[in-house]
């Protein structure tokens, strides 16, 4: 492993002073991606600066309802914490869908966000890869790509973003607040991850030096109907093939008054489904209006040679997922 510099950080505005005058720094919270990535040799950061015993571990009520979980909250501490599985039960689904429980005891919020692409050729120094050596060309293409994306990807890449978390977050409107050397500011969770295009080596819209705070879930969302559901390779301690989260709100003949809904394993980015959305929204929520909806999602996908099974197989976990929670909520009159 290349030398580094270690710096702890005492406060929000110190780290970023601290960032600030290392050229090449990163900031270190559970370390669970960032120290494999360094063994590997892919990050290789002049400094870390550790942002872990900073005072943002704890999670509060906001007065609308909704919460507030600062971003070095455990995964495995907010999976369990009450607001979150009464109020959002999708995230903590979510949650401890991802990783082991080991990880998830250590890995952090603002962590999670951050965490990168598992594309194998990613992972590989001596692979050309666009995101980790900008120009060196996309292995993934014309190698093993059956991980990859479907969605939204470019010719520079096809890699998935792994959280589950994100695609949870994106579903509920979450926000990220983030503390930077121009101050704070805040971006809407299903913006904050960015698509490939001519620049994959930038995973997230966060600008050089800035910090995860916290992030926030509206209470607007609170208490509805929410789940999260995962296809993965096995059950435990694998990334998605594809995932859905999905928020709804019914009236009582099941016409749909509000929808969130996000895949996960599509895309370079949790893909929030606007379009399936729009469809849904003032129809009574049956399989059939479902799959139409989610069938117009995915009209815009361009699988390649080994990945086209996604497409079928995202399409009957959002039907599955949303028709799932339609029966829960109010079960089918006759
Ligand atoms: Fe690199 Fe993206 Fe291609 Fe994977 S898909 S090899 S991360 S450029």
Redesign the pocket.
């Known amino acids: 492993m290349k030398p580094f510099h270690y710096v702890r950080a005492d406060s929000v505005a110190g780290a970023v002073e601290a960032y600030a005058a290392r050229p090449g720094a990163r900031y270190l919270a559970g370390g669970t991606n960032l120290m494999d990535l360094m063994k590997l040799g892919v990050e290789t950061p002049a400094a870390l600066i550790d942002v872990s015993r900073l005072p943002l571990d704890t999670v509060q009520e906001l007065p609308d309802g909704g919460l507030r979980a600062g971003a070095t909250v455990r995964n495995s501490d907010l999976a369990a914490h009450p607001l979150v599985r009464d109020r959002f039960p999708v995230l903590s689904q979510a949650l401890l869908a991802g990783a082991s429980g080991q990880l998830r005891n250590v890995a952090t919020t603002g962590g999670n966000l951050l965490q990168r692409?598992r594309?194998t050729?990613?992972q590989d120094t001596s692979?050309?890869?666009?995101?980790?050596r900008p120009g060196s060309g996309?292995?993934?293409?014309a190698g093993v790509?059956r991980d990859?994306a479907v969605l939204g990807a470019s010719e520079?890449?096809?890699?998935t973003h792994p959280s589950d978390m994100a695609v949870a977050l994106a579903a509920l409107d979450a926000e990220v607040e983030l503390h930077g050397p121009e101050g704070g500011r805040t971006v809407p969770a299903a913006e904050f991850h960015r698509l490939?295009g001519e620049h994959?080596e930038r995973d997230t819209v966060i600008r050089p030096g800035e910090l995860i705070t916290a992030v926030t879930v509206p209470g607007a969302t609170a208490g509805r109907p929410s789940a999260y559901r995962k296809a993965r390779d096995r059950a435990s301690y694998a990334f998605a093939l594809a995932s859905v989260a999905a928020v709804i709100d019914l009236d009582a003949d099941r016409t749909v008054r509000a929808v969130g809904l996000a895949f996960g394993g599509l895309a370079h980015r949790p893909w929030r489904a606007r379009l399936a959305e729009t469809a849904l929204l003032g129809q009574r929520l049956t399989e059939e209006a479902v799959a139409r909806a989610v069938d117009a999602e995915l009209a815009l996908a361009q699988p390649l040679a080994q990945n086209a099974f996604k497409v079928p197989l995202a399409r009957n976990l959002a039907v599955h997922t949303l028709s799932g929670l339609a029966a829960a909520r109010s079960p089918q009159r006759t």
């Open positions: 692409t594309c050729y990613f692979a050309p890869c666009d995101k980790r996309c292995a993934a293409r790509h990859h520079r890449c096809i890699a490939p994959p």
